[in-house]
């Protein structure tokens, strides 16, 4: 896949990262993912949308003209409505911005959850001695944030905790500034898990390397 992040920006972040697990004891994985699912049903959506609105004007073109009908005026009808549709579907496959109309909040959510899930599982990032890995996960083309937390931090990482880190990184994000929305993530990571009292710091158990992903 094509490199969202510059090289300038991946080693600005994966320094924060270093700088933020000495502070807070956690294992941070930062990951970006250009799409979490193939979502099939958004062409078909598309195709739908496209044939209805073109149906729609051919309709009233047939009130207003209903002298004209003939039986070459219909298939040119038909013709119109699907290569409408055909139209807009392929918009869809080609252009996220207006993919991304088709599809819901819920579905984006749930496939980038389950996406984070699969990825802290393959990756094993719940390999830490103390439990306290922590998956801070981008999906680009749902506009979609995920923090999943191992269990060793979920007592000091709360649910309420998680959702005001996600609401401050998503304005961001959707401008586009999926570095700057990363770093304020690690920021406030920072803010909500550092440690009161500094100890030996310990050893980095999991890459700071930053996950670039197509997905599906």
């Not at 994985?29 to 598309?46: F, G, H, N, Q, T």
């Not at 961001?172 to 500094?198: M, N, P, T, W, Y």
Request: with cysteine; proline share 2%.
């Amino acid at each position: 896949m094509r490199r969202v992040l510059s090289k300038k920006e991946r080693s600005l972040l994966e320094r924060s990262i270093t700088q933020a697990e000495k502070l807070t004891g956690a294992q941070i994985v930062l990951a970006v993912i250009e799409k979490c699912d193939s979502y099939a049903e958004i062409p078909w959506r598309a195709f739908a949308l496209g044939a209805a609105i073109a149906g729609f004007l051919v309709f009233i073109f047939d009130l207003l003209y209903s002298q004209w009908c003939s039986p070459v005026l219909v298939m040119i009808s038909v013709f119109i409505i699907l290569a409408a549709g055909i139209f807009t579907a392929l918009l869809s496959m080609y252009i996220p911005g207006f993919a991304r109309l088709f599809l819901a909040a819920h579905s984006a959510e749930t496939e980038v959850r389950q996406y984070a899930e699969s990825l802290f599982l393959s990756r094993e990032l719940y390999a830490t001695r103390r439990r306290t890995g922590v998956l801070l996960l981008v999906g680009l083309f749902e506009h979609q944030i995920i923090l999943l937390p191992d269990k060793g931090l979920r007592r000091r990482l709360s649910h309420k905790a998680m959702q005001n880190i996600i609401g401050q990184m998503k304005p961001v994000l959707s401008s586009g500034q999926v570095a700057r929305a990363l770093e304020i993530g690690l920021v406030k990571i920072v803010e909500i898990l550092a440690l009161k009292k500094r100890g030996k710091a310990r050893s980095n158990e999991l890459s700071d390397i930053i996950i670039e992903e197509k997905g599906a």
